[in-house]
């Protein structure tokens, strides 16, 4: 293989990185000259682009409705502090862990919603770093594959790192009582790899290992032990 085709590929394999700004100026440099005449990787970025958004939307959840009202609500019935013989630094010392615990307890009396809303979005943030590990890695290479449906997935795969990520886009959202399951082939047998979220994107949840595909089915809520209906997409892990 000549140096120019293998400066190529090396270059190739850093669009997720690109696309979530983990390069070094000297990579994004040689990377953006590549990316001109690049149509292929173009894509990529775009579709990496898109789904880290989608990521970081599901981080950055609005406060539940109320927030603002109920913290306004107790901060206003906070019992002020007597005014004589008290220094400004006593009175600021005093009021502002009175003025926080106000806070505290307006989100605390939204109960249950903020603490569901406070995981989810931690859920996603968790998500996104695992899935920034795993392209920015150095041997970070992709598998593409488009679904009968006309959705687009990509996984990317560092062998360093033993993990894969599944990026897709256009995949529709699962039925009621139905959910996307993510797995990896060892030959003719399927090993779980965890669920897929409404962002269409997840690191496995299984290492590589010797795995020779990544698929993905339809199953019944909460998962299977293995697969119950034929794989929408089966994207080979060339080695």
């Given at each position: 293989m000549s140096r120019t085709r293998t400066e190529a590929g090396r270059l190739?394999?850093?669009?997720?990185a690109y696309a979530l700004d983990a390069l070094d100026r000297t990579e994004r440099e040689a990377f953006e000259r590549h990316l001109e005449r690049c149509p292929q990787c173009a894509q990529d970025v775009r579709e990496f682009s898109a789904t880290a958004a989608r990521l970081g939307a599901a981080v950055a959840l609005p406060a539940p409705p109320g927030t603002r009202d109920a913290v306004l609500a107790r901060i206003d019935g906070v019992r002020?502090?007597?005014?004589?013989?008290?220094?400004?630094?006593?009175?600021?010392r005093r009021a502002l862990p009175m003025a926080l615990a106000a806070c505290l307890?307006?989100?605390l009396a939204l109960g249950g919603a903020a603490l569901r809303e406070h995981q989810q979005a931690q859920r996603a943030a968790d998500a996104l770093q695992a899935i920034t590990a795993v392209?920015?890695?150095?041997?970070?290479?992709t598998v593409t594959g488009r679904s009968a449906s006309g959705a687009t997935a990509r996984v990317v795969v560092s062998a360093s790192r033993d993990r894969a990520a599944f990026l897709s886009s256009g995949l529709p959202a699962a039925p009621p009582g139905r959910t996307y399951q993510?797995?990896?082939a060892d030959g003719?047998?399927?090993?779980?790899a965890g669920l897929l979220d409404g962002a269409g994107a997840a690191v496995l949840?299984?290492?590589l290992g010797r795995a020779t595909a990544v698929g993905l089915t339809l199953e019944p809520e909460g998962g299977s032990p293995r697969p119950t209906t034929t794989p929408l997409l089966l994207l080979p892990l060339t080695r």
């Open positions: 190739h394999a850093l669009s997720g002020q502090l007597p005014p004589a013989r008290r220094s400004i630094a006593v009175l600021r307890a307006g989100v392209l920015a890695a150095p041997d970070a290479r993510l797995w990896l003719t047998v399927m090993r779980p949840r299984a290492p």
